[in-house]
T-cell receptor, first 115, second 113 residues
Framework: SAVISQKPSRDICQRGTSLTIQCQVD?????MFWYRQQPGQSLTLIAT?????????ESGFVIDKFPISRPNLTFSTLTVSNMSPEDSSIYLC????????????FGPGTRLTVL | SQKIEQNSEALNIQEGKTATLTCNYT??????LQWYRQDPGRGPVFLLL?????KEKRKERLKVTFDTTLKQSLFHITASQPADSATYLC????????????FGPGTRLSVLP
């Protein structure tokens, strides 16, 4: 298993500003994932963050809006840039577990409100 | 485009009964399907995985079936308890993990005492 922590747990931000969310894992992992969960909705994959290479973004998400860093095998950051109220959401990071179940372990999430 | 449906959005059942949740998908050929539980204010927690060549999986009071012809998975919780109340998400994965890994909208289950 993996234990994941995220900072901040929640934040309220002004339109036009940026917020960087941190994700820390208690073990070394190859792939980390960033998801968005809008109110009452399911999870949408934003990007996959691999250590030592550029993040891979899903359709509808771009690096300029959601820059990601992955400096080592236990840490990643997601920045939400030039925020608007539509970015209000819960942002979750996850990692893939080793083993056969392809299960993902999720962090507790960061609840972002943009005014 | 790919679409995953979980019907219904909310399900209320009496304690002790079996809860059955449905996950249907279109325009997708998943290599495996997973079920997660999500409690309010928390990230999803993995419950079970079933692969495309498997018909049924069990884990304690949980049972999952997978019918690739019908493009449907059923998730059963037997002898349900109020502590089972949560949102349950199905997730479909491709062979290239991290690509085309998509979650359904979830079903909010309430088990009434």
């Amino acid at each position: 298993s993996a234990v994941i922590s995220q900072k901040p747990s929640r934040d309220i931000c002004q339109r036009g500003t940026s917020l960087t969310i941190q994700c820390q894992v208690d073990s070394q992992v190859t792939m980390m994932f960033w998801y968005r969960q809008q109110p009452g909705q399911s999870l949408t994959l934003i990007a996959t963050a691999n250590q030592g290479s550029e993040a891979t973004y899903e359709s509808g998400f771009v690096i300029d809006k959601f820059p990601i860093s992955r400096p080592n095998l236990t840490f990643s950051t997601l920045t939400v840039s030039n925020m608007s109220p539509e970015d209000s959401s819960i942002y979750l990071c996850s990692v893939e577990a080793s083993g056969s179940n392809n299960e993902q372990f999720f962090g507790p999430g960061t609840r972002l409100t943009v005014l | 485009s790919q679409k995953i449906e979980q019907n219904s959005e909310a399900l209320n059942i009496q304690e002790g009964k079996t809860a059955t949740l449905t996950c249907n998908y279109t325009n997708y050929s998943p290599a495996y399907l997973q079920w997660y539980r999500q409690d309010p204010g928390r990230g999803p927690v993995f419950l079970l995985l079933i692969r495309e060549n498997e018909k049924e999986k069990r884990k304690e009071r949980l049972k999952v079936t997978f019918d690739t012809t019908l493009k449907q998975s059923l998730f059963h919780i037997t002898a349900s308890q109020p502590a089972d109340s949560a949102t349950y998400l199905c997730a479909l994965g491709s062979r290239n993990y991290g690509q085309n890994f998509v979650f359904g909208p979830g079903t909010r289950l309430s088990v009434l005492p």
